[in-house]
């Protein structure tokens, strides 16, 4: 049995600096590192730890299992090691980035703002909802093979606003969680 517990202590650390600096710094315009590296595709840190830590204990169960094998073993602990890495030179040059533009209306938000975003998110939601049952409805009742495009083309363009009012919502969401957690 591997013992991987310097390698806890280190993510430990590395996660509580991680919050401070998510803290601080709020969340990224973009995703922190490549989707191969992490799949969390976080804008924030600690969600990047937990998926390290994750994979550390992928390492721990499978050989504790006995099922771990020379392959997966080596796919996994380079994985792990890369991961490290990555949110080491992150942690590192946070003195660099912290010269670098903060996105507008980034982390220092108000949450009961946040709240707010959210509700009207709610409101454009429904009513979004509603008018996609309406061009359905009318879609149906249509006799005009032409009207009936037009109707067609107008609910595709209803459905994909629907679309992203919910993508916007669940990251609105997200980041209301974030905050209540790490606050």
């Known amino acids: 049995m591997t013992n991987f517990s310097s390698i806890e202590i280190m993510l430990e650390q590395l996660g509580k600096t991680a919050t401070e600096i998510d803290r601080r710094r709020g969340e990224q315009r973009l995703p922190l590192f490549d989707e191969r590296l992490f799949g969390c595709r976080s804008r924030y840190l600690v969600p990047c730890i937990n998926e390290t830590k994750s994979t550390l204990g992928s390492i721990q169960r499978e050989e504790k299992a006995g099922i771990l094998t020379a392959q997966r073993a080596e796919y996994l602990t380079q994985m792990l090691v890369a991961q490290i890495e990555a949110i080491q030179r992150e942690v590192a040059t946070q003195r660099i980035r912290s010269n670098e533009p903060r996105p507008k209306g980034s982390y220092k938000k108000p949450i ?6 959210l509700a009207q998110h709610q409101e454009w939601e429904r009513r979004l909802t509603q008018m996609v049952r309406e061009q359905e409805h009318a879609i149906n009742n249509c006799h005009s093979f032409s009207q009936q495009q037009g109707l067609q083309k107008t609910l595709l363009t209803t459905e994909k606003r629907l ?7 669940k990251r609105l969401e997200q980041q209301i969680t974030y905050r209540e957690q790490n606050d």
């Not at 009961?112 to 975003?117: I, P």
């Not at 679309?163 to 919502?169: D, P, S």
């Open 112 to 117: 009961s703002d946040m709240y707010q975003d």
């Open 163 to 169: 679309e992203r009012c919910k993508e916007a919502m």
